[in-house]
């Protein structure tokens, strides 16, 4: 197999990018997150948030994405290299879980935040 160089390398990234797209929309959690980034702007809006905000909000919720892309990847591995119960494989995947908790904690801390700071403020 060669390696795709230039343009047809761009192209073909891309390609896997939607397949792991489509595969990562087939997760309940990150159908959930996308919800709750779509509610995020909507609440942005209501309180007259600015630019800056709205980008801030968005990167965030992009690394919750990517966070959560990582988490279905290591639970895949561990599950197709130790179908059976390990520590090592609960560790993998606890660890998974943990990263993709932060991220939820600093997506709410943000979005309450700029949203107290709208209202009260």
């Known amino acids: 197999m060669?390696?795709?160089t230039g343009f047809r390398h761009f192209m073909a990234?891309?390609?896997?990018?939607?397949?792991?797209?489509?595969?990562?929309?087939r997760e309940?959690?990150?159908?959930?997150?996308l919800g709750f980034f779509v509610a995020a702007l909507i609440m942005l809006l209501l309180v007259?948030?600015?630019a800056t905000e709205f980008v801030v909000t968005t990167l965030l919720f992009l690394g919750l994405?990517?966070?959560?892309a990582m988490n279905t990847a290591v639970e895949e591995v561990i599950d197709r290299i130790s179908p059976e119960i390990s520590i090592v494989g609960k560790h993998a995947k606890d660890l998974g879980s943990f990263a993709v908790t932060c991220m939820?904690?600093?997506?709410?801390l943000y979005l309450g935040f700029v949203i107290c700071r709208h209202l009260f403020f």
Do not use: H, M, N, P
Not at 65 to 68: C, K, V
Not at 104 to 108: L, Y
């Open 104 to 108: 939820i904690a600093a997506c709410c």
């Open 2 to 4: 060669t390696k795709e």
């Open 13 to 25: 990234a891309a390609g896997y990018s939607w397949a792991g797209f489509l595969r990562v929309f």
């Open 28 to 33: 309940a959690a990150f159908r959930q997150e």
């Open 65 to 68: 994405f990517s966070i959560e």
């Open 48 to 50: 007259g948030a600015d």
